[in-house]
Structures are given as structure tokens and as C-alpha cells.
């Protein structure tokens, strides 16, 4: 068994008109490269970690067409919730409807094989930004906004913080690793120890797989090792839309 990553797939099968081709050619065909570097990749008895914005969907009636897309895919998928992924129900509603291969992290933490996974989606943060390493462009998809509610922000994010906590408060004693999954970079560029960073040292994490970015300049956010836990950028575009392997 083998673990990869991949996050921000952005699918857009339940909501054709969200298609991320929109940003350029490096989003040409993307769900095809998706599907194709996949398949070349992993294998049905694989982990594969997808820390957010799964589906353009707007409701989980749409988002099901996506799931069952991700389900077809060989390998045991878990997600979290990103920013975009206003389809996201009640724990009860998911139960219901989420496919077979697909697990997903609400406010809990699952156990697989030996391996303990936890996380929340996180939110924009003070204490670090990432300007200076994007091409940035403008999204046709993006409401505009009057001005930044700072105070907002920030108590989004605090809250996420605990619901971090309570993730993590959930690992399996039993796990030989323990992973975390934020949709959001839990750590600035420069790794200094950040409100989050500390969490996640505090519950002895050792890989925190992450999404959220794009437009990165390549190579320009390699991130790393700091303090014990180890930083992986996986959205798909920086990977060029192929599955990168944690384990």
C-alpha cells in the first residue's frame, strides 16, 4: 500500500459552467490529466489524501456526480472540506450519500490500517501570506468583495483552530503515523512557528498535507521539515495534476 496526495481537483461535472479552464492553458483538459496520471499512478489497495475543494458543486445533490467520479477512481479516498465546497452537508446527510471509497473528516479523525488522519479546513490568517510566490489572476468565479472583514477572518479561523484540536484529540493510539490534513497552508513560507504549526507539533504530527494555493511559481514553496512535522503543498496544479506520493 502505497499513500499519495492531490488536493483542489475542482470538479465540475455536477456544475459544467465552473470549469477551472477558465484560468489558462495550464488548466487545459485538466479532469482528463486528473484521470490519466491516476490511473498511472494508483492502485486499488492505495490511500489517497484530497485535503479540499473537492467539487464546483453548489448543493450535494450535484456534488454526487463528482463523488461518484473520485469513487470509480482505483484507491481508498479521504477528503476534507475546502473553501469551495459549498455542497458539504450534516455528518448525517453524508453518511447517506458519500460512495463506498470515499471516507471524509468532519470534526473527527479516521484510523486506516496504521495509519491515524485528522485536520480542519483552517481559513486565511494574519500571520502569513503568500504574495510574493503567486502569479496572480483575476477569478471569473470570485464574488467581489467591498472590503476584507479582518475580525471576521479571524474568528473563521480561530474557530477552525479548535476544530483542529478536536480532530486531532481523536487520533488512534494505535497508528504507527499520524497525518493531518488543512485545506488552508498551515504554515508560512518560511516555516516559522505559527499558531497552527504549534497544534499540530503539540499532537506529534508528522506529515500535514495541504492545499488551497494556486498559481504558485514553480518550485517557489517547497516548504519542508520544521519541528518534527513535515509541509506538503498538493494542490493540482503545482503538482501538474499528478498524484504526489506521501508514503
Not at 481537483?9 to 477551472?20: Q, V, Y
Not at 484507491?75 to 470515499?102: E, F
Not at 502569513?128 to 477569478?139: A, G, P, R, V
Not at 490534513?181 to 508560512?188: A, E, F, K, N, V
Amino acid at each position: 500500500m502505497k499513500i499519495w496526495a492531490l488536493s483542489d481537483p475542482h470538479l465540475c461535472f455536477g456544475a459544467p459552467k465552473k470549469s477551472m479552464e477558465v484560468f489558462g492553458p495550464p488548466w487545459k483538459n485538466y479532469i482528463d490529466k486528473i484521470y490519466a496520471n491516476w490511473l498511472e499512478c494508483i492502485e486499488k489497495e492505495d490511500l489517497v489524501l484530497i485535503p479540499g475543494d473537492i467539487s464546483w458543486a453548489m448543493h450535494l445533490k450535484e456534488a454526487l456526480i463528482d463523488l461518484a467520479w473520485l469513487d470509480a477512481l482505483p484507491g481508498h479516498k479521504i477528503i476534507l472540506r475546502g473553501n469551495h465546497d459549498y455542497w458539504w452537508s450534516s455528518k448525517a446527510k453524508l453518511v447517506q450519500a458519500m460512495p463506498s471509497s470515499i471516507q471524509w473528516i468532519h470534526n473527527d479523525a479516521i484510523l486506516w490500517q496504521y495509519i491515524a488522519i485528522g485536520g480542519s479546513r483552517l481559513w486565511d490568517t494574519y500571520e502569513y501570506q503568500f504574495t510574493n510566490y503567486i502569479e496572480f489572476k483575476e477569478n471569473p468565479l470570485q464574488k467581489k468583495l467591498s472590503e476584507k472583514n479582518a475580525e471576521k477572518q479571524e474568528a473563521i479561523f480561530s474557530r477552525e483552530l479548535e476544530r483542529l484540536k478536536l480532530s486531532l484529540k481523536q487520533l488512534s493510539p494505535l497508528a504507527r503515523v499520524r497525518i493531518a490534513l488543512t485545506h488552508y497552508p498551515p504554515i508560512g513560507p518560511h516555516l516559522n512557528p505559527s499558531r497552527t504549526s504549534e497544534i499540530l507539533e503539540q499532537f506529534q504530527i508528522q506529515y500535514c498535507v495541504f492545499g488551497h494555493l494556486h498559481n504558485v511559481r514553480r518550485k517557489a514553496l517547497p516548504f519542508g521539515t520544521a519541528r518534527g512535522v513535515q509541509y506538503i503543498l498538493t494542490s493540482c496544479d503545482y503538482l501538474d495534476f499528478k498524484p504526489l506520493r506521501i508514503l
